[in-house]
């Protein structure tokens, strides 16, 4: 089946230091992909040091902001450019990162886990830290920041919501543990009444699936909980990657929209086939 190309709302710039291209590149990008709607949301400054290699200043943030809003006003009439920022929860930042949200005009916010404590578990220079954690305590401490970045009230979507397995470390499948943090994971989700991220990026990293699992996806669908969708691009040939094989997963569970933003008040789009 193919379907129709939704709103992609997870691409950076390369103020993260990880990632290539302009705003206006993503926008040609997602024109040639047949996007009517994207969303930028690169890496938010954090305060001291925290993941400082990886993200953008807080002096960054002036001009990343204009040069979104440049492309929203050249691009108007060909695609829909919404102001997203990546911002991260990690206890203790929550201040910081509330008042970087007060007073900029986001379309929306996604909220991602990168750290377990000082720990940057998908980053592949501190790999080496897994063989010092039994994977169901590791697997349990990230669900569990999850569920409180949920709970904190600060986001509208939930960022590739498990980004734990990016290496391929995997619980046992009938840990009730790690399955019970899932649940209330879930179910915090669900009563804050925000998104689950849909993610294509968890295929061009080594587990080589999609963010998240597939029994976290349905457990989602049947708790109504809504999706929206990412690719995490960090170059302009990503935009809108394996949107198709997303949809398709959504749909065979019986999630027939997926959800977009603007001025951080969430509208649900419907899912609609090619014809």
Not at 92 to 114: A, K, N, R
Not at 215 to 237: C, M, N, T, Y
Request: aromatic share 10%; net charge negative; with cysteine.
């Amino acid at each position: 089946m193919r379907y129709q190309p939704v709103p992609d709302y997870h691409m950076h710039t390369p103020r993260c230091n990880h990632a290539t291209g302009t705003v206006a590149d993503y926008a040609d990008a997602a024109i040639a992909a047949g996007l009517r709607e994207i969303g930028m949301s690169d890496h938010s400054p954090m305060p001291g040091d925290y993941d400082k290699a990886w993200r953008m200043g807080h002096f960054e943030l002036k001009d990343y902001i204009t040069e979104v809003e440049h492309a929203r006003k050249k691009y108007a009439e060909q695609l829909t450019i919404r102001l997203g920022i990546e911002a991260d929860f990690h206890p203790g930042t929550e201040t910081y990162v509330m008042e970087m949200i007060e007073t900029h005009p986001w379309d929306y916010v996604i909220g991602s886990v990168h750290y377990i404590g000082d720990w940057g578990f998908d980053n592949p220079d501190t790999i080496q830290i897994w063989d010092t954690w039994r994977i169901e305590d590791a697997y349990c401490a990230y669900f569990k920041l999850v569920e409180q970045s949920a709970q904190s009230g600060l986001f509208n979507i939930i960022g590739h919501p498990d980004l734990i397995k990016k290496f391929g470390h995997r619980p046992p499948s009938d840990s009730k543990a790690v399955n019970d943090a899932i649940e209330s994971m879930l179910q915090a989700v669900k009563k804050a009444d925000v998104a689950l991220e849909i993610s294509s990026a968890g295929l061009r990293k080594p587990v080589g699936e999609i963010y998240p699992q597939a029994r976290i996806v349905k457990r989602a669908a049947e708790l109504g909980i809504p999706f929206s969708f990412g690719s995490d691009a960090h170059a302009p040939a990503e935009v809108g990657h394996a949107m198709n094989e997303c949809l398709d997963h959504l749909i065979s569970l019986g999630v027939t929209e997926i959800a977009c933003f603007e001025k951080r008040q969430r509208m649900m789009l419907p899912i609609q086939t090619t014809s």
